[in-house]
């Protein structure tokens, strides 16, 4: 329903496919987009705003034909928000949607992000001075050398060469889950099939292992575990609700240079498309095509 979309430091096409062909939806019945950060085929038009910091900044001087109050959408992506100056692109883009009277939607690259951060599973502690290191089937974070790395995950991906033990857990397609979107919406998953070998669901496996260190957590079963959560985080209990968010503005001034290209191997950016010969394939498809057209320039 929006009638103008701001997009800042985000591919949405190659980020959030669905996402993106809800743009193109709207913008085939007469809505207009914008995009601040790299140039990209995103499968319609946009005004291209400029390639990072600058041009954010640059749309406080416009009387934007993209702000048409409620009914306007800003969406900032990891594109401008990973790196130095992600605090200030933060800022100013809040900033803007403010003065535009846009909503505002953060866009995440990983699926377990959101949910992650309404159940406060967030420190600023570093890992650098960790003695035991439990790693939950992060494999896109380098790990120091001095750790004990316990890892828990499904297809042996890099996080896996890392560690000194490692417990095999159901992919995300092998077990329920419960996943929240960018949009802050809990969604339910059911499981397509059974994990393989002795690999176990990922809440069984923690429950078994806080038996054997006498510390034994109160649920037996994933329903027990779906009401503590929901007891300690009561919006995910609203499947396919999207929650009314407070707004909590963001101190950050003097952002500079181009936004960043949040996701440059489309085909390989987790573990289960890493581990298919498939998805390589085409990975080196779509790299030998670039490697053409810029030859052919």
């Known amino acids: 329903t929006a009638r103008a979309i701001m997009l800042i430091g985000t591919n949405p096409r190659v980020e959030a496919p669905v996402l993106n062909a809800r743009i193109r939806k709207a913008w085939l019945k007469g809505a207009s987009v914008g995009l601040v950060g790299q140039p990209v085929d995103l499968t319609y038009d946009y005004a291209h705003l400029g390639t990072g910091h600058d041009g954010l900044k640059g749309l406080f001087g416009m009387n934007p034909e993209h702000a048409h109050g ?8 990891q594109g401008a928000l990973t790196g130095d100056n992600g605090t200030a692109a933060l800022a100013d883009a809040m900033r803007y949607a403010d003065a535009t009277q846009s909503k505002f939607l953060v866009l995440h690259t990983a699926a377990s992000r959101v949910g992650a951060l309404d159940v406060g599973a967030v420190s600023d502690d570093s ?6 290191i439990y790693n939950l089937g ?7 050398d001095g750790a004990t790395v316990i890892y828990q995950g499904s297809h042996g991906d890099r996080g896996a060469h890392r560690a000194d033990i490692i417990l095999p857990a159901a992919a995300w397609t ?8 960018t949009e802050g919406r809990p969604q339910l998953a059911l499981r397509a099939s059974f994990p393989p070998g002795d690999a176990k669901e990922n809440w069984a496996i923690l429950r078994a ?5 006498d510390a034994t957590l109160p649920f037996d079963n994933l329903a027990q575990l779906r009401a503590k959560l929901v007891e300690a985080v009561p919006h995910l209990q609203e499947i396919d609700t999207v929650p ?54």
Do not use: C
């Open 70 to 77: 409620k009914d306007t959408l800003v969406i900032i992506g």
């Open 127 to 132: 890992i650098e001075q960790a003695d035991v």
């Open 138 to 144: 992060a494999d896109e974070v380098e790990i120091p």
């Open 174 to 181: 092998e077990e329920n889950g419960l996943f929240v979107n």
């Open 209 to 213: 292992l806080s038996a054997e260190l």
């Open 244 to 297: 009314e968010n407070d707004w909590q503005p963001v101190d950050g001034e003097g952002g500079s240079g181009d936004f960043a290209t949040a996701v440059t191997d489309h085909y390989l950016t987790n573990p289960i498309l890493r581990a298919a010969p498939l998805m390589a394939e085409l990975q080196a498809a779509s790299r030998d095509r670039k490697a053409g057209k810029l030859a052919a320039e």
